[in-house]
Structures are given as structure tokens and as C-alpha cells.
């Protein structure tokens, strides 16, 4: 089994920063792929960022992309999610989550991600 558990959120104003972090427990870190999924209010999760095991290949949301880092600490079994340049539509719940991967191209889909997080909810004012 593998503990996930998410830390960083809050109230930011449009244009601020945020940094989330998730740490796991439980298990190899080292041998997952992790990501960062969100839930804005009355809609569907969605697929924000993924890192491979090695955090040598990351996959982005288009809406996120040039605003949103992702990064990850295998020493720390810890990865973070650096959020810069808020909008007021990056509101919602971020859920981390992980799973087995050796593979290069970090997965992209919920369904795959059998461990997740509690959740951390993000507000952005306007």
C-alpha cells in the first residue's frame, strides 16, 4: 500500500504562487510515476502533470503549461507541484496520485492511478 498525503494549499490572489507538495509512504517511491490531478466545484477530475520515476520526463495540461512545475525528491519521497501565475480557474481540489511505472512517458490517465491523496483545495481570488 502506498500513503499519499498533500500539503500546501490556500487563498492566493490572481498572479500569486503556491507550492504543493505530496508526500508518500508505504513503499518504493522511487519506482512511481506520480502526478497531480484537480477538481473544480460541480466538475469532473482532471489531469494536471505527471512525472516519470527518475523525473526525467514530465507531461503537462495545456492549461497549465509555462505556469505550473512539477518536481519530485526521491531521497524525500516527496514530490511538489510549483504553481505560479494563478487564475482564478486553477480553483479547485488537488489530488496527487501514483502507481508502478519503469515506463519513460509518465501515465496521463485517472484510471490508471491506483493511489491517491486526500486532496489539498487551492483558492484563487479575483
Known amino acids: 500500500q502506498v500513503q499519499l498525503v498533500e500539503s500546501g494549499g490556500g487563498l492566493v490572489q490572481a498572479g500569486g504562487s503556491l507550492r504543493l507538495s505530496c508526500a508518500a509512504s508505504?513503499?518504493?517511491?522511487?519506482?512511481?510515476?506520480m502526478a497531480w490531478f484537480r477538481q473544480a466545484p460541480g466538475k469532473e477530475r482532471e489531469f494536471v502533470v505527471a512525472?516519470?520515476?527518475?523525473?526525467?520526463?514530465?507531461v503537462y495540461a495545456d492549461s497549465v503549461k509555462g505556469r505550473f512545475t512539477i518536481s519530485r525528491d526521491n531521497a524525500k519521497n516527496t514530490v511538489y507541484l510549483q504553481m505560479n501565475s494563478l487564475k482564478p480557474e486553477d480553483t479547485a481540489v488537488y489530488y496527487c496520485?501514483?502507481?508502478?511505472?519503469?515506463?519513460?512517458?509518465?501515465?496521463?490517465?485517472?484510471?490508471?492511478?491506483?493511489?491517491w491523496g486526500q486532496g489539498t483545495q487551492v483558492t484563487v481570488s479575483s
Open positions: 496520485a501514483a502507481r508502478y511505472s519503469v515506463a519513460y512517458r509518465p501515465i496521463t490517465t485517472e484510471d490508471l492511478y491506483p493511489y
Open positions: 508505504g513503499r518504493s517511491f522511487s519506482s512511481d510515476v
Open positions: 512525472i516519470n520515476r527518475s523525473g526525467s520526463n514530465t
